[in-house]
């Protein structure tokens, strides 16, 4: 085994260099192209968003764990590693020492991301969806650990909510018992991913990416900077999935999860692959949309913050 002490995280050089000068960078998670988005598709997605981050004037930092190393920032080779091989495991927090150990190759959930990316010095992340309390999670204990991570972890995660695969009010609940911020960002209600209204109000409402800086400089002065604050980005009216489309394919889905007997960290893979293939692809299309946007904002609110 390798000795991970020394050579366990690795930062880019333009990430480093952009972290040094005070400049912008966007951490990137890694399980949505190796385990959230369909093949061959991803790794050409996983391109677009880092583009996405570089139009909105910030560098891209996409993490993962290639070769038993946590890369922040990823060169094409790495990319291709986490897009294609099927060696790639989906790692939270606690995976990351696990696959390091062994030399593996992993990709970082929201959890393992945010980790990573706060240790690099990174503070703003863009991904699609949170992890969250699934159904049924009162007899299977099945909450997602990115709601404990964020809880630890002062990263300011921009997302378009959570999918309603979860249960969406228990998911919020955990966000306000864990002391994690949901801004939403030109709404005043939880995006469901697909949709731009889960179906709850939110407390703070934001409109411009200053006010979200303005929140992370305020959260880093009172000290309540332990946890995340999630910023919450609804997928545009025009770009949603039909909601009558949504809900026959989530019925569906839940079924054959419980039907097929998944469970743990497969559930939610088993559930974004059901709905990209009832949908013939619609609901990859909107998920592309809605990650490639959330990058973009990502990227404005860490110019605002750098700017502060
Ligand atoms: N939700 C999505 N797409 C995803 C994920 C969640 O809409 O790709 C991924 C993210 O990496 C998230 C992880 O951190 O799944 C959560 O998995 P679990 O529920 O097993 O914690
Ligand atoms: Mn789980």
Not at 14 to 42: K, M, Q
Request: with cysteine; charged share 20%.
């Amino acid at each position: 085994m390798s000795d991970p002490s020394t050579s366990a995280v690795r930062i880019a050089p333009e990430v480093a260099d952009a972290l040094a000068a005070g400049g912008a960078v966007v951490a990137l998670e890694s399980t949505i192209i190796s385990h959230g988005l369909p093949r061959p598709d991803n790794l050409d997605v996983a391109r677009r968003i880092e583009e996405a981050v570089r139009a909105g004037g910030a560098v891209p930092a996409t993490i993962a764990v290639v070769d038993g190393v946590a890369r922040v920032g990823l060169d094409d080779a790495a990319l291709e590693v986490v897009g294609r091989s099927d060696d790639v495991v989906k790692v939270s927090v606690r995976d990351l020492a696990v696959v390091a150990a062994r030399g593996g190759h992993g990709a970082t959930t929201v959890a393992a991301t945010a980790h990573l990316a706060h240790r690099a010095g990174i503070d703003l992340f863009a991904t699609g969806g949170l992890g969250g309390v699934h159904r049924e999670a009162a007899t299977t204990w099945d909450e997602s650990a990115d709601l404990v991570a964020l809880s630890r972890t002062p990263v300011t995660v921009v997302c378009a909510g959570v999918k309603s695969i979860l249960d969406v009010g228990a998911t919020l609940e955990r966000l306000e018992t864990l002391g994690i911020a949901v801004l939403g960002f030109g709404t005043n209600r939880f995006p469901g991913f697909y949709l731009p209204d889960a179906g709850f109000d939110l407390d703070w409402r934001v409109d411009t990416e200053a006010d979200v800086a303005a929140v992370i400089a305020a959260r880093r002065s009172l000290g309540t900077d332990d946890a995340a604050i999630v910023v919450a980005n609804p997928v545009a009216p025009e770009a949603a999935l039909d909601r009558g489309l949504h809900d026959r394919v989530l019925a569906e889905g839940l079924t054959a999860a419980e039907s097929a007997g998944v469970r743990g960290k497969d559930v939610t893979p088993f559930l974004l692959a059901h709905f990209h293939e009832a949908t013939a692809g619609e609901s990859l299309r909107v998920n592309v949309d809605l990650v490639l946007a959330n990058a973009v904002l990502a990227a404005r609110i860490a110019v605002a913050a750098a700017a502060r």
